[in-house]
């Protein structure tokens, strides 16, 4: 019996070409742990005051933090030049409901840092919601049917120009790449996504699950965090990475009230 066949969407045979355009990179990744229970608490009780928001705004908050403090990480590089970017805008994917259907789309929020948290949940809510051709998307619907029509070798070759100019990649795809499945699934363990380009750093955060851990030589139950940070070796050496992921547990697990 022969298999249903069914044609690929616009958004996913770009997809498969932005991976060929990126492969190759030279990445390393760190596969981190965050204790999460303090600043859970902290955003449900402003929650309960109609303040705050969602954990994942947060995150994307200090993570916007960090990259301000250590603005080596907010950069792109290639064999020529590196660009490093004062303003903050992270490239997160969304998914949108029309006429019935779910499909995924990149959304940028840009200047991340002169955002609240609320902002920033009530910005991605909209995203979720819009059916316009929206400037802050990675591209629009006419744009994705038109490269999506053309050879394939074509478009990567468009693609890998595009990655050469800085401007242009922070314009349609951000400074920095934030995937999350924390909001889809709480089966413990890491993302591993797939990354490349001329971007600095990239995250993918994982779901929090409750795990006993040592806390002042006494084994507690705590909400912990998995995140993965995929640093682009081209661009960041393993001493400085670590650094900034000290950096991010501090706001994270300490500091966490300066970002609400």
Do not use: W
């Not at 603005?71 to 949108?96: G, L, Q, Y």
């Not at 006429?99 to 609320?118: E, S």
Request: proline letters at 3%; charged letters at 25%; hydrophobic letters at 40%.
């Amino acid at each position: 019996m022969k298999g249903h066949r069914e044609k690929i969407s616009e958004y996913r045979r770009l997809s498969i070409y932005g991976f060929d355009m990126v492969k190759g990179g030279h990445n390393f990744y760190a596969l981190m742990e965050f204790d999460v229970t303090d600043v859970r608490k902290e955003l449900r009780a402003l929650r309960s005051r109609g303040e705050g928001g969602s954990l994942f705004s947060f995150l994307l908050k200090a993570i916007g933090r960090c990259l301000h403090e250590q603005p080596e990480f907010n950069s792109m590089i290639n064999v020529r030049r590196k660009t490093r970017f004062a303003e903050v805008d992270i490239d997160i994917p969304v998914e949108v409901m029309q006429n019935g259907v779910t499909y995924n789309k990149q959304y940028i929020l840009r200047a991340i840092n002169d955002k609240t948290i609320r902002e920033i949940d009530e910005e991605i809510e909209t995203a979720k919601s819009a059916v316009g051709e929206e400037k802050t998307y990675m591209s629009s619907r006419l744009g994705q049917r038109i490269f999506s029509r053309l050879p394939r070798f074509l478009v990567v070759f468009l693609f890998r120009q595009i990655l050469k100019q800085h401007d242009l990649v922070k314009r349609f795809s951000g400074t920095v790449f934030v995937t999350s499945v924390s909001m889809v699934t709480n089966v413990p363990g890491y993302i591993i996504p797939y990354s490349g380009g001329p971007k600095a750093v990239s995250f993918a955060l994982g779901p929090v699950v409750k795990k006993p851990v040592v806390r002042n030589d006494a084994v507690v139950i705590r909400e912990i965090i998995n995140i993965t940070s995929i640093f682009n070796h081209d661009s960041v050496d393993g001493a400085p990475a670590a650094r900034f992921i000290n950096l991010l547990r501090k706001y994270i697990e300490q500091e966490y009230r300066n970002l609400l």
